[in-house]
C-alpha cells in the first residue's frame, strides 16, 4: 500500500512533467497532410510526424508562422504570426449595396464602389471635334474621403466615352458622355462605373 510521502512525490512528479509542456508554442507549418499542418517548432531540428488541427477561422499554409495553444494534452493552432503588416494588404471588413450602387471596404482603407447611369438624349453638345452628353451624377454607394481613380464604359450599341466634369468628386461626380460622332436622335446611354480610392 502507498503511504501520503510516495503519493505526493508522485503528484510532485506529474506537476513537474506538465509544467515542461508550454501553454502556447510558435513554429512554422512545413507540409499539410490529411487536411492536417505539420509543425517545425521553434527550437527543434525536425518537423512533427503528427498533424495538428486548428480553429475554424484559420485557413494553414505551408511557410506560415504559426501559433499554438495547449488543449487536453495536445496543441491547436489558434491562427497565423503576421510581422510584416506592411506587405499584407487589407482584409476584407464591409460589403453591400444600396441604391447608389454597391460598394466593398477594407480594412487598409481601400474601398471600390461600383454603379450604373441611364441617359436618354441626345449627343450634339460640342467639345472641340467631340459631341457630349451630360449623363448626370454619379452618386457613389459610400463616400470617399479624396477623389477616387475614376473608370467606366458605355453599352456596346450607343457606345461612348465617359468623363468627369465635376460635381462633388468624393460622393457624386457629375459625367458627360462623349462620341465622335452625333447620335442624331434620342437614344438611352447606360453607363457602368468603378470608383476605387481611400475610405479612411
Same mark, same amino acid.
Given at each position: 500500500m502507498i503511504n501520503s510521502l510516495d503519493f505526493t512525490e508522485i503528484i510532485r512528479k506529474i506537476v513537474q512533467e506538465e509544467l515542461k509542456e508550454t501553454a502556447?508554442? @510558435?513554429g512554422t507549418i512545413t507540409s499539410i497532410v490529411s487536411g492536417k499542418p505539420r509543425i517545425m517548432f521553434d527550437g527543434e531540428a525536425v518537423a512533427s510526424g503528427k498533424g495538428y488541427s486548428f480553429i475554424q477561422s484559420y485557413?494553414?499554409? #505551408?511557410?506560415? %508562422? #504559426?501559433? /499554438?495553444? %495547449?488543449?487536453?494534452?495536445?496543441?491547436i493552432i489558434t491562427g497565423k504570426i503576421i510581422t510584416d503588416t506592411a506587405?499584407?494588404?487589407?482584409?476584407? @471588413?464591409?460589403?453591400?449595396?444600396?441604391?447608389?450602387? $454597391? $460598394?466593398? %471596404?477594407?480594412?487598409?482603407? &481601400?474601398q471600390i464602389c461600383t454603379g450604373t447611369l441611364t441617359k436618354t438624349g441626345v449627343a450634339d453638345s460640342t467639345w472641340g471635334s467631340l459631341y457630349y452628353i451630360e /449623363?448626370?451624377?454619379?452618386? $457613389?454607394?459610400?463616400?470617399?474621403i479624396s477623389k477616387p481613380h475614376f473608370s467606366g464604359s458605355g453599352d456596346s450599341l450607343n457606345t461612348i466615352i465617359p468623363g468627369y466634369r465635376g460635381g462633388?468628386? &468624393?460622393t457624386t461626380?457629375? !459625367?458627360?458622355?462623349? %462620341?465622335?460622332? &452625333?447620335?442624331? !436622335?434620342? #437614344? &438611352? $446611354?447606360?453607363?457602368s462605373y468603378v470608383a476605387i480610392g481611400k475610405w479612411k
Open positions: 502556447y508554442k @510558435i485557413a494553414p499554409n #505551408v511557410g506560415d %508562422r #504559426v501559433l /499554438l495553444s %495547449r488543449m487536453s494534452g495536445t496543441y506587405n499584407q494588404g487589407g482584409s476584407l @471588413i464591409e460589403s453591400g449595396s444600396n441604391t447608389n450602387g $454597391y $460598394y466593398t %471596404r477594407f480594412s487598409d482603407g &481601400t /449623363l448626370g451624377n454619379a452618386p $457613389y454607394a459610400k463616400p470617399f462633388n468628386l &468624393t461626380p457629375t !459625367v458627360e458622355g462623349y %462620341r465622335a460622332v &452625333t447620335s442624331v !436622335v434620342s #437614344v &438611352t $446611354y447606360t453607363f
